[in-house]
């Protein structure tokens, strides 16, 4: 009897690599350095990992979304092609986004010479330019070529509400309960961000040494929580200005909500726009110098000056570059910035054509038309504290955030924060509290002797308030 016929399973062919995949890892290998330098992994789209080597590793890994997505990463060469690729979603920094901010640089000192480019460029255009998923969302900013030499601005007005007009319930997010949107003052590390911000409020009526009757003057005063913590809190008439209607509008009635509309107020005005006979005891401008190009700040301190009382006080709180204090302005130094397109994620994205300029050139600028410093304050460690805790609370609400904004603002927001707090961790940036003095007759400066006054109030304060603040 014959044996029945033993029938051999075929075996299925291996399925084919994505011939992509060589091409992307050649230029991975080029722009990020060999595996075995690298402190983090980086993953492609079909589950390939290449591993850092490094013995010292990273806190996040870099996950290529996309076949396309290297290409348009680093097409044309500079620093905002790579962030674009990340608020597109064509790349993801999973784990600590913070951590992972050094890339950009990194990638620059790689890449930017013209013989690195001209040998990369035939293994760039090896790499696939077609993609299985969607097209990449496009932004509503056209990618624009900018001149070597600063643009004069007109107004203000459109870049201010291009940031603030996501609307206050975006915000309301992440920010504490006063929406506070600048640097807190954090007593200890382990503060809250509404106590730090409770801090921050009163570091800055201390300084000013707010008396009942003084008139107050916040200049770009958000959402008034200074105006109504200094009426409610020193006894002050307090004015604020915003050129926001979102926040005017939100201020005025939280104004009303919590009585006191008898001794503060909020309106949407330019600063420019001022009566010419007010005047202010003092006066303070939180976060809006970076606003001012620097070959009009001398005219805005004039501004502030004209109003300000003699012997009255001026507490001008900003963001300054360390690294404007080092950057050359010669031709080629401008051609290698605007190649490489550094920093126009801000300009493009976040606050439209605010620049950062040296503390040297903001205390220039007030001293040239009559302002004496009385006293400069570094909070550089105190906004990274800020931005993290922004950070995590826009990361909790995440879900909320992209039904109010979409997705492609929520990673806007996300790599702002995160690069605002690398670049003050690393002191690229710093932020300043300045305050100013206008001299008044025999040269009165209208501040004591020392600044015990700031320390003895504190603890007054803290008694008053059961050490709330």
Not at 23 to 39: N, Q
Not at 151 to 166: C, M, N, V
Not at 238 to 244: C, E, F, P, Q, V
């Amino acid at each position: 009897m014959s044996q029945p016929q033993r029938i051999e399973p075929i075996e299925s062919p291996p399925p084919e690599r994505d011939p992509a995949i060589a091409a992307t890892i050649r230029v991975l290998d080029l722009v990020f350095g060999p595996p075995y330098e690298r402190t983090y992994d980086i993953r492609l789209w079909d589950g390939t990992v290449q591993h850092g080597g490094a013995d010292q590793r990273a806190d996040f890994s870099l996950y290529i979304r996309r076949r396309g997505a290297l290409r348009r990463m680093v097409v044309p060469p500079s620093e905002l092609s790579i962030v674009e690729a990340f608020i597109s979603n064509d790349i993801d920094i999973e784990g600590n986004v913070e951590s992972a901010m050094g890339l950009g640089d990194a990638i620059g000192k790689r890449i930017q010479s013209m013989r690195t480019i001209a040998g990369l460029m035939p293994k760039i255009l090896a790499l696939p330019v077609d993609d299985d998923s969607p097209a990449v969302e496009k932004s509503r900013y056209a990618r624009s070529l900018r001149l070597l030499t600063p643009r004069a601005r007109k107004s203000t007005e459109p870049e201010i509400r291009f940031h603030y007009d996501l609307g206050n319930d975006f915000y309301a997010l992440w920010l504490d309960p006063s929406m506070s949107y600048t640097c807190a003052y954090y007593r200890k590390e382990s503060d809250d961000l509404a106590s730090a911000q409770r801090n921050k409020l009163d570091h800055i009526c201390r300084k000013l040494r707010l008396q009942p009757g003084d008139r107050l003057l916040d200049i770009g005063c958000g959402w008034g929580g200074l105006v109504m913590h200094a009426a409610q809190n020193y006894g002050v008439q307090a004015t604020g200005i915003t050129l926001s209607a979102a926040q005017a509008i939100l201020a005025q009635e939280t104004i009303a909500g919590q009585g006191l509309s008898d001794r503060c107020k909020v309106q949407m005005m330019d600063f420019r726009d001022l009566p010419v006979k007010a005047r202010f005891e003092k006066i303070s401008s939180v976060g809006v110098t970076e606003h001012v190009p620097e070959n009009q700040q001398s005219d805005y301190f004039a501004r502030v000056f004209r109003v300000l009382e003699p012997s009255g006080l001026f507490l001008n709180h900003c963001e300054v570059s360390i690294r404007a204090a080092r950057r050359t302005n010669g031709i080629f130094g401008r051609i290698g910035r605007w190649l490489w397109k550094r920093d126009q994620f801000i300009d493009k994205y976040v606050f439209p054509d605010a620049r950062l300029v040296s503390l040297g050139s903001i205390i220039r600028s007030a001293e040239s038309v009559g302002f004496e410093v009385r006293d400069v304050e570094s909070l550089r460690e105190h906004y990274i504290l800020t931005l993290r805790a922004w950070l995590r609370g826009l990361e909790r609400r995440r879900a909320d955030a992209i039904k109010l904004v979409g997705e492609r603002a929520y990673r806007v927001w996300k790599l702002y924060m995160s690069a605002g707090a690398y670049g003050f961790r690393t002191g690229e940036i710093n932020i300043v509290q300045t305050l100013l003095s206008k001299p008044g007759p025999g040269g009165k400066a209208g501040v004591p002797l020392t600044r015990e006054d700031l320390y003895k109030a504190d603890k007054r304060r803290q008694g008053e308030l059961g050490g709330k603040i």
